[in-house]
């Protein structure tokens, strides 16, 4: 049905000629077709009307024909369907007026109808297929509970999200009745992206490795595995967790088809940590589409070389940088396409 | 000589009774005595001032007699004696007016006379050691030549650094050069501190994280090994390196008495990792202080459990946050002492 499905066999395993590729953010920034809508419409207009997310979702596949399109909204969409406020401020990042950091604040905090307050979302999937017309999977995602935890607790982008983390330290119940709720919204959230025609869902934990191995088990994987669990028969499953190299081990076990990974492990240390079976995504440092488009080749190519052809997604570390160049971003793909192995 | 040795014995890796026990940053703004000598005095007056950076150097030790103190004064003195101009912005934190970004740029940064730059540094540890009276030993410090050059290039503090980054990636030569001179600067200025009577050095690499493994090695590491094989003679010498898991193995055949190690990397692999017998330091997550003192306690006492009482130097996993009550503090040091192996 879907007529590059390159994507979606690197997600069941099978041997492919080369590995598929995509890059996180690839409806960003750095698209002169993305700046013009973005000039006219604020950030979460954007989202919420999904003839503009589709038209952003489609327009990095149309420039450089990626083999997966990921379709635009943010991850603090969910929270907002939660009855929390959410703005996003210019060159500041998400801004929550009113931050959970009490009992009385988590009782204002819903688990919501999806379709009346995440309908928009669905809308974008629709018109996002029709304008893909089958030729590449749609990808769609969601944060995991902990990240969102972040965001609505400490209130705004932090270094090392101190108020979020103390809230779960000094108030662990209530932190947890949080993350549940957020689990909640986020299965029902993701039953109805994959209902509306996703092909494959990622979970994102940005924020994960800000915590020990052990607190990450109580605070964050807990909840990603009821994520995983409740989904996985429905949709293929890639959990990308940054900095989260401790826990490649559990997400190997988790029902997951593919794991994230970022620039800072080899690929051959991603490889024995997740025990040597499972599907890899990543893991370019964003920053290196600095350099030279011959250099990007070069690493990308010795990139796939480490990983391996098979069970393996070409992708970024984390999300591509707002000023990189066109042919820089360009060589990053072809370099993929041109694969061979030698 | 040092009547308190129980540090200088653990990076020698001899048995101990129990392991020493010092906080990154002790000094610092959890500290009723610091915070009143902060509202008299800026923070560069407090670094270029003997009588304020000893008195802060010994206040810690007065309230919770650590096994070691460290001279209070800051990484960025280094590019400013080179002749970067660094200011402390209130709330926003180190901000370098003229950033070096290009060749020109580079030729006015200067390798300085230490004596004639850095001569209060030494005029602070001089005074520091009659404070102490032999009580405990005094480590001195030095950022990494990549984590200095992310500061000067950057200008600022940042998430990801990417504008220093950026030059790496597109002038690696500029880059080298600039690493170069930092690493020159920091040799010599080790070297007078150890002369002014520090009992040990640690490095910082606090954005060491931010790199690729092979990257690390380029743009990092070579630079820490200089200055270990330069140093390493005249005194022990403690590495850590924020986020630099993958490089404990390379840390660890350095010739470093020690490393330093983050919490986001279980005890257990932190010694598989960097082979089973170099002395680490760590690992406490600083956002744990939060919780109750006897939650603290609990985990302290697993937490050398598992590091063994044996080469091993107690320690957080980054520097004390501003606002931890001073009795969490006081459980963290206290459950060190109190340590009996069960």
Redesign the interface.
């Known amino acids: 049905m879907i007529k590059n499905d390159l994507f979606l066999r690197a997600l069941k395993g099978e041997t492919v000629s080369r590995p598929p590729v995509w890059m996180m953010r690839q409806a960003g920034r750095y698209l002169p077709e993305f700046m013009e809508i973005r000039e006219k419409y604020d950030f979460f207009t954007r989202c919420q009307t999904p003839e503009l997310a589709s038209e952003i979702t489609v327009q990095p596949i149309r420039r450089y024909g990626m083999d997966a399109a990921i379709l635009f909204s943010d991850i603090l969409v969910v929270p907002q369907a939660m009855n929390i406020e959410v703005q996003m401020k210019a060159g500041k990042g998400p801004w929550v007026p009113n931050p959970i950091r009490n009992t009385k604040d988590l009782e204002r905090v819903i688990v919501p109808d999806i379709d009346e307050s995440l309908g928009y979302v669905m809308d974008a999937i629709t018109m996002t297929k029709e304008k893909l017309q089958d030729e590449v999977p749609l990808i769609g995602f969601a944060g995991s509970p902990w990240t969102i935890l972040c965001y609505v607790v400490e209130g705004e982008?932090s270094?090392?999200f101190?108020k979020a983390?103390?809230l779960c330290?000094?108030q662990p119940e209530l932190a947890h009745a949080l993350l549940q709720k957020i689990t909640d919204t986020t299965i029902s959230y993701l039953k109805a992206k994959i209902k509306a025609g996703v092909n494959a869902i990622q979970l994102f934990d940005s924020w994960g490795?800000l915590?020990?191995?052990?607190?990450y088990q109580t605070f964050s994987w807990q909840y990603l595995q009821q994520i995983i669990d409740a989904i996985k028969n429905e949709s293929p499953v890639i959990v990308f967790g940054k900095?989260c190299?401790?826990a490649l081990d559990t997400m190997a076990k988790s029902g997951a088809s593919a794991i994230g990974v970022d620039?800072?492990?080899?690929p051959q240390?991603a490889r024995k940590l997740s025990g040597n079976n499972i599907t890899l995504q990543g893991n370019f440092?964003p920053?290196?589409l600095?350099?030279?488009p011959a250099?990007i080749k070069q690493m990308v190519k010795e990139m796939i070389d480490a990983f391996g052809k098979d069970k393996y997604i070409v992708n970024l570390?984390h999300g591509i940088?707002p000023n990189i160049p066109l042919e820089n971003a360009a060589a990053f793909i072809e370099a993929v396409k041109e694969y061979k192995v030698d």
Do not use: C, H, V
């Open positions: 982008g270094k090392n101190a983390k103390q330290f000094s490795g915590l020990s191995p052990e607190d900095g190299w401790y620039w800072t492990i080899t240390m440092d920053t290196r600095y350099s030279s250099t570390g940088l």
